[in-house]
């Protein structure tokens, strides 16, 4: 049972405008979320993560927002560029619990930026 | 500082040969983690330690692969028999709480 989903596969985007990604969780137990972006032939890097104890992060172009009570996160990209183009994961993990780091993974979402 | 290495980044072999996968983990960090991406199944745990101590192995697909840390910097992702099926792109990453920090992975196809 996936218990993080991003249900848009792929979005394409103009160059400078806005990109938001999209991710839905369904355990309550998750209080730590983060995004990844991924390019082809290289591991996941780290984007951006927030706590449940906010519910917005922003780090330059990149802003992280958090909905609990309907268990969403969004990842807003602003402006977009073409570099941006990749796939997006969402990540879940429970900081307190027996399963101390083990991250809970979406299926992705491909992010493409056109000029 | 060097990131999550792992080796070999492409592994082509036929099946019921014995595959190992190598990964160096970030120094300083103490837990380690098996991924495997395939397009069925998106990107999969398969297996962490902590510590050098298995956590929770329940998404080994099967007997046949077995990881192991000889010591606190380095892990092995042992796959025997190899079969078709188990051709994906395989993950280790390495964390000192989060975030976690992947390799590149390696490519494996089973002929």
């Known amino acids: 049972d996936q218990q993080v989903k991003q249900n848009s596969p792929s979005l394409s985007v103009q160059e400078g405008r806005i990109s938001i990604l999209n991710c839905d969780y369904t355990?309550?137990?998750?209080?730590?979320f983060l995004w990844y972006k991924k390019y082809p032939a290289e591991g996941p890097t780290f984007l951006i993560s927030?706590?449940?104890?906010?519910d917005k992060n922003e780090d330059g172009r990149f802003t992280v927002f958090l909905n609990k009570s309907a268990k969403h996160l969004s990842l807003h990209i602003v402006p977009s560029q073409p570099g941006d183009s990749a796939v997006y994961f969402c990540?879940?993990?429970?900081?307190?619990?027996?399963?101390?780091?083990?991250?809970?993974f979406g299926r992705g979402t491909q992010l493409t930026v056109w000029p | 500082d060097a990131g999550v290495i792992q080796s070999p980044r492409h592994e082509v072999t036929e099946m019921g040969q014995e595959v190992t996968l190598r990964c160096k983990l970030i120094?300083?960090?103490?837990?380690l983690f098996w991924y495997r991406q395939t397009m069925m199944r998106g990107l999969e745990l398969l297996i962490y330690?902590?510590?050098?101590?298995?956590?929770?192995d329940s998404g080994m697909p099967e007997d046949r692969f077995s990881a192991k840390m000889p010591n606190a910097s380095f892990s092995t992702l042992k796959i025997q028999p190899s079969e078709p099926r188990d051709s994906a792109v395989y993950f280790c990453?390495?964390?000192?709480?989060?975030?976690?920090?992947f390799g590149d992975g390696t490519r494996l196809s089973i002929l």
């Open positions: 990453a390495s964390s000192r709480n989060q975030p976690q920090h």
């Open positions: 355990n309550s137990m998750f209080d730590y």
């Open positions: 927030i706590s449940s104890i906010k």
């Open positions: 990540a879940a993990s429970k900081i307190r619990g027996s399963t101390l780091g083990r991250l809970y």
């Open positions: 120094s300083g960090h103490n837990s």
């Open positions: 330690f902590n510590n050098n101590v298995p956590i929770d």
